[in-house]
């Protein structure tokens, strides 16, 4: 269970590029890394408008002169200090993380990026050279995987609770851009750009949360094809609002993602149900304490997070104790923890020996949006992965 104590011998000198007024992320990033006192934020470049970034910056209580107007002027400044920052997180829109997640790495920072890592394998690919020729952290934004109970279904699975994995059904598949939601909101509008928000949008926006829990509660599994169909319902959307991808897997198991902003009338929609020869479980990110736990012949179950039943590994995720709810802010605190205390064992020369969203979470999210913009585009046709 996680009292708080510290997880490093002082706290990480942090900064962030992006994440300031407007943005839908910045705040849970900043909310998650300060939660358990592993991170101090000092520095940020963390808006496009350097005045309004500044302003922002003093306001989160980070010194005039280390709110910085970019991303490279942050960093160059920093790496002169004796206390400069040690890790950056990003928080930006999804064509600007390549280059900065680049520039930190070359930089010698330790870095949390938001996904997609960027838009071509080829360029996922470089990052993860940089990654291991650097020997640094990198850490890719799927914060669902903080949830206690993801722990408690991998285990289950680690343990053959479900015996052989068969088939994972799996949705993202949200109503909130129904509309053309984007022609209103500066926010919403380079998500369906192209050039802004890479070949994909539900795909990249939502699809990869799923394939990452995937990875997560069965990494055994691997992909051998998949073939994937999308549209674009509102009218002059350039990318697409609607997307389904079928899963072949090495051990023959098969998966289906569906990724929506058009699911009329669903405010969330996120759901993954992971079938096995014995049982099966089922998570609902709306109720993230619960994971649905159901043994053929025998009557269904609703394991709790909290509770002593649960597998130690989920247990030490806990945050409050049995009975009281936990949510997104606590999943992603979690994460943050992980990533405060990779990054102490890298700086000790120590082995990282748990899971967590790696480089090689990200190389497989940007490829697998290739694999289905591909496949979509030779008439759902199926695609060697």
Same mark, same amino acid.
């Given at each position: 269970?996680?009292?708080?104590? =510290?997880?490093?011998?002082?706290?990480?000198?942090?900064?962030?590029?992006?994440?300031?007024?407007?943005?839908?992320?910045?705040?849970?990033?900043?909310?998650?890394?300060?939660?358990?006192?592993?991170?101090?934020?000092?520095?940020?470049?963390?808006?496009?408008?350097?005045?309004?970034?500044?302003?922002?910056?003093?306001?989160?209580?980070?010194?005039?002169?280390?709110?910085?107007?970019?991303?490279?002027?942050?960093?160059?400044?920093?790496?002169?200090?004796?206390?400069?920052?040690?890790?950056?997180?990003?928080?930006?829109?999804?064509?600007?993380?390549?280059?900065?997640?680049?520039?930190?790495?070359?930089?010698?920072?330790?870095?949390?990026?938001?996904?997609?890592?960027?838009?071509?394998?080829?360029?996922?690919?470089?990052?993860?050279?940089?990654?291991?020729?650097?020997?640094?952290?990198?850490?890719?934004?799927?914060?669902?995987?903080?949830?206690?109970?993801?722990?408690?279904?991998?285990?289950?699975?680690?343990?053959?609770?479900?015996?052989?994995?068969?088939?994972?059904?799996?949705?993202?598949?949200?109503?909130?851009?129904?509309?053309?939601?984007?022609?209103?909101?500066?926010?919403?509008?380079?998500?369906?750009?192209?050039?802004?928000?890479?070949?994909?949008?539900?795909?990249?926006?939502?699809?990869?949360?799923?394939?990452?829990?995937?990875?997560?509660?069965?990494?055994?599994?691997?992909?051998?094809?998949?073939?994937?169909? =999308?549209?674009?319902?509102?009218?002059?959307?350039?990318?697409?609002?609607?997307?389904?991808?079928?899963?072949?897997?090495?051990?023959?198991?098969?998966?289906?993602?569906?990724?929506?902003?058009?699911?009329?009338?669903?405010?969330?929609?996120?759901?993954?149900?992971?079938?096995?020869?014995?049982?099966?479980?089922?998570?609902?990110?709306?109720?993230?304490?619960?994971?649905?736990?159901?043994?053929?012949?025998?009557?269904?179950?609703?394991?709790?997070?909290?509770?002593?039943?649960?597998?130690?590994?989920?247990?030490?995720?806990?945050?409050?104790?049995?009975?009281?709810?936990?949510?997104?802010?606590?999943?992603?605190?979690?994460?943050?923890?992980?990533?405060?205390?990779?990054?102490?064992?890298?700086?000790?020369?120590?082995?990282?020996?748990?899971?967590?969203?790696?480089?090689?979470?990200?190389?497989?999210?940007?490829?697998?949006?290739?694999?289905?913009?591909?496949?979509?585009?030779?008439?759902?046709?199926?695609?060697?992965?």
């Amino acid at each position: 269970m996680i009292f708080g104590e =510290k997880n490093v011998d002082t706290p990480i000198c942090w900064g962030m590029v992006g994440g300031g007024r407007g943005s839908q992320i910045g705040y849970i990033h900043r909310s998650a890394a300060l939660r358990d006192f592993n991170f101090e934020l000092v520095a940020g470049a963390f808006d496009i408008v350097p005045e309004r970034g500044i302003e922002f910056g003093e306001n989160c209580h980070v010194a005039a002169d280390r709110c910085y107007s970019d991303y490279q002027t942050m960093f160059e400044a920093e790496a002169e200090r004796p206390d400069g920052i040690q890790a950056v997180s990003i928080a930006t829109p999804n064509f600007t993380h390549y280059e900065i997640a680049k520039a930190a790495l070359e930089a010698g920072l330790h870095v949390y990026c938001e996904k997609p890592l960027c838009f071509t394998s080829e360029q996922a690919e470089e990052l993860e050279t940089l990654v291991k020729k650097s020997g640094k952290i990198m850490f890719v934004s799927y914060g669902y995987a903080g949830h206690q109970m993801i722990e408690q279904a991998r285990k289950m699975v680690e343990n053959g609770d479900l015996g052989k994995i068969r088939i994972i059904n799996m949705q993202f598949a949200h109503g909130g851009n129904n509309v053309a939601v984007e022609k209103k909101a500066a926010s919403q509008a380079w998500r369906v750009d192209p050039k802004k928000a890479g070949p994909a949008f539900s795909m990249g926006d939502v699809g990869t949360h799923m394939l990452y829990l995937t990875e997560a509660i069965c990494p055994q599994l691997h992909i051998n094809r998949l073939m994937c169909t =999308k549209q674009s319902f509102v009218e002059g959307r350039m990318l697409e609002d609607n997307a389904m991808t079928i899963m072949e897997y090495d051990n023959g198991a098969i998966g289906y993602i569906w990724s929506s902003g058009v699911n009329a009338g669903e405010q969330f929609g996120f759901r993954i149900r992971i079938i096995g020869e014995k049982a099966s479980v089922a998570w609902d990110a709306e109720k993230p304490n619960y994971l649905s736990y159901e043994v053929q012949g025998e009557s269904p179950r609703m394991l709790s997070r909290g509770n002593s039943y649960l597998y130690p590994e989920a247990l030490a995720d806990d945050r409050i104790g049995g009975g009281h709810p936990e949510g997104l802010f606590e999943a992603w605190s979690n994460l943050y923890t992980k990533f405060a205390i990779a990054i102490d064992r890298c700086e000790k020369g120590k082995a990282v020996d748990f899971w967590y969203p790696d480089i090689h979470a990200g190389v497989l999210g940007v490829k697998w949006v290739e694999k289905c913009v591909e496949s979509a585009d030779k008439d759902s046709a199926w695609i060697t992965f």
